[in-house]
């Protein structure tokens, strides 16, 4: 009450409803010691209600974790504290995940939950087991998400994954009765969920549930009653406890009724204690849980200790240069989809850690080679998994897998539905999560199923999402090149756009050099001075380059850029990208999507050759032709430009 007052924004409601729930999971249940937040055998805790992060951040500092000062609570919402709006997981220790979105929480949650029974069963009961606990407000459950969440979790009888409802019936326009009449007991029931009605300020009764929840073979709603801002005279079970400081009468008046006679900040020591000591509770279960780790054998603890720190395998880079010299002597015309397949083939032996998945699209997006088994429910050893048709459910659980640690997950739709997913793949930016999207059928390129299925806004949109890497490979080698990237780099997702059809395979060179690491590089020089620059990406680069042959015969000699990342290619040093620009007066970008981002290679003069509005449905060839991206419409564009 007090940091939100002194803050003069944020939400006094959720912490004050919620706290009787908070305080009888994290003194009696919750497996954690503060002494080291990241301890990988913990129990998780996510506040999905991100809105109510005061909650949290008061129990982080009362349970002792370091840094969480007084200091931190006092500098709530402020720049560079500790205490941001909502919870940021690269801010503050103790918080698991960023969330603030509502519903993201819950369905990130559990990611969290199939990562732990995943790892458990490579690794065992005596190095994995623990819970994913969730407070869910009624906007998590409201939101879309909460579906497909708790429809896989229910799947998959998640067991170990308990959400706690805050179950106050009211959000901000009102009491929820205005807008919601769902039954939420009926609906977890009916996806496979336990689920219980308690009353939430009854520490017995959460007591009773929690531990009921634990011994189930099913995961777990509790559906705890409470009143919102619980004790404040007026506002308590209001909209108006929920959003705004409670103004001093209120707080005041929440103050007495507590008998509460201290001054802000101020936490007398029996209660200072009291938390501390629960925040010590799971120290021997740490320390019993680190001898365990040690006594097994030492390459096994090396490997475990590897995957979760998330640093990557040695064997990488070269099982990708030898897959490279290998495309070299064998030449693989195949779409990228394909290709990327390829590489995953050797990709999946070098990084055991890498978990594949599609969102109901295996067969179209290629993620399932040989090696990989699904894992299912109840049968967690596999390193596939069966998303069903829920993409937003796919990218926060992906989140979920990543944050928890031992994985990198991988996950595949059309990249048309990357819209469906986008919030997740939002906070996977944020958050600087390494998840990478496997989105294939990237452009009218995939011909008959039309503009529907036809992305033509998404490249520009994905490359828009600060720290979101985007690469549209051109070829088989370029494909393993954008894996590479993508599973080497730990400090944010990627996003892999690949065709539906078949490509050229344009890359002559093999070895451990990744021309790709730039961005974008000249494929193919001009003979002489360059005319005219053309860059291109993924399945223009062959456009891009029949266009350089058909110049040539009229003695135009132009130079060729493949693009694989134009985001990354932006972000390179001036000089990088001066030099890869070049000087040369004409400059065309080729690529089946919509110009926006072009321009800052380009320039607003320069000549683009793509989509400029939605696609349409036909056989692909016929689109490339209907749109008039093909190598003789780039040409003619070259010379009429020379010409003026
Ligand atoms: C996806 C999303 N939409 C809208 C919001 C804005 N928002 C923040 S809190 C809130 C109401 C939440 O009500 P409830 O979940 O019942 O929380 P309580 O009022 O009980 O704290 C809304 C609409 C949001 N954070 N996320």
């Not at 690269?90 to 969290?112: H, Y």
């Not at 990327?340 to 699209?361: F, K, N």
Request: charged content about 25%; some cysteine; overall charge neutral.
């Amino acid at each position: 009450m007090d940091a939100v007052e002194q803050a003069k924004s944020g939400h006094p409601g959720l912490p004050m409803g919620a706290a009787d729930i908070a305080t009888v999971l994290f003194t009696k249940f919750l497996k954690y010691d503060a002494a080291d937040p990241t301890w990988p055998d913990r129990d998780r805790f996510i506040l999905s209600a991100g809105h109510g992060s005061m909650l949290l951040y008061a129990l982080l500092h009362l349970t002792g974790v370091k840094g969480m000062t007084v200091e931190e609570l006092k500098n709530f919402r402020k720049l560079d504290s500790k205490t941001p709006g909502h919870p940021e997981n690269f801010m503050t220790p103790g918080v698991e995940t960023t969330t603030g979105p509502l519903g993201q929480g819950i369905a990130t949650a559990v990611g969290f939950a199939l990562a732990e029974r995943m790892l458990n069963a490579e690794y065992g009961n005596d190095l994995v087991d623990h819970y994913t606990y969730v407070l869910a407000s009624d906007g998590d459950l409201m939101e879309g998400i909460s579906q497909e969440a708790i429809a896989l979790a229910g799947h998959l009888k998640l067991n170990r994954m308990i959400v706690l409802w805050d179950d106050n019936g009211i959000s901000i326009d009102g009491p929820l009765s205005i807008s919601d009449s769902v039954d939420q007991v009926k609906r977890f029931q009916a996806c496979g969920w336990n689920a219980v009605r308690i009353d939430g300020h009854d520490p017995k009764a959460i007591q009773r549930a929690i531990a009921r929840a634990q011994k189930s073979d099913k995961p777990t709603l509790i559906a705890c009653k409470t009143t919102i801002g619980f004790g404040a005279p007026k506002k308590a079970g209001t909209s108006k406890a929920h959003g705004e400081p409670l103004g001093s009468e209120e707080l005041a008046g929440a103050k007495a009724a507590f008998g509460w006679s201290h001054a802000p900040f101020e936490i007398p020591d029996s209660i200072r204690d009291a938390w501390a000591k629960a925040g010590k509770k799971g120290r021997r279960l740490r320390k019993a849980w680190t001898d365990r780790l040690k006594a097994r054998p030492a390459e096994q603890r090396a490997e475990f200790e590897r995957r979760v720190k998330g640093v990557r395998p040695q064997g990488l880079a070269d099982a990708v240069a030898k897959l490279k010299d290998r495309l070299v002597a064998e030449p693989q015309n195949v779409a990228t989809r394909k290709a990327s397949e390829i590489a995953l083939e050797v990709i999946t032996e070098a990084v055991p850690e890498l978990v594949l998945g599609s969102a109901d699209l295996t067969p179209s997006n290629n993620t399932k080679t040989k090696n990989l088994t699904a894992i299912s429910p109840g049968s967690y050893a596999g390193r596939y998994i069966h998303y069903g048709i829920r993409e937003h459910g796919m990218a926060a659980a992906m989140n979920g897998i990543a944050l928890h640690g031992g994985y990198v997950p991988a996950g595949a739709t059309f990249l048309v539905f990357t819209d469906y997913a986008r919030p997740a793949m939002r906070i996977a930016s944020l958050a600087g999560i390494p998840a990478v999207y496997v989105m294939t059928h990237d452009s009218i390129g995939l011909g008959e199923d039309g503009p529907t299925h036809q992305p033509v806004e998404h490249l520009a949109a994905l490359r828009a999402m600060p720290k979101m890497r985007v690469f549209r490979p051109a070829d088989a080698i370029e494909t393993a090149e954008a894996w590479q990237m993508a599973l080497e780099r730990t400090d944010g997702p990627t996003t892999l756009a690949l065709t539906r059809q078949n490509l050229p395979q344009v890359r002559k060179d093999g070895g451990a050099r990744n021309l790709s690491a730039t961005g974008a590089y000249e494929l193919s020089p001009a003979n002489g001075k360059a005319r005219a620059t053309i860059f291109a990406s993924g399945s223009e680069v062959e456009i891009a380059l029949a266009a350089q042959k058909l110049l040539a015969e009229q003695s135009f000699e132009v130079r060729v850029v493949s693009v694989p990342s134009l985001d990354l290619f932006l972000a390179q040093p001036e000089k990088v990208r001066r030099e890869i620009i070049g000087d040369a007066p004409i400059k065309v970008a080729v690529e089946a999507a919509v110009r926006f981002g072009w321009d800052s290679v380009i320039g607003p003069d320069g000549i683009f050759v793509g989509m400029h509005g939605f696609g349409a449905s036909a056989p692909y060839k016929d689109l490339y032709k209907h749109f008039g991206i093909t190598a003789e419409a780039v040409a003619e564009k070259v010379l009429r430009t020379h010409n003026l």
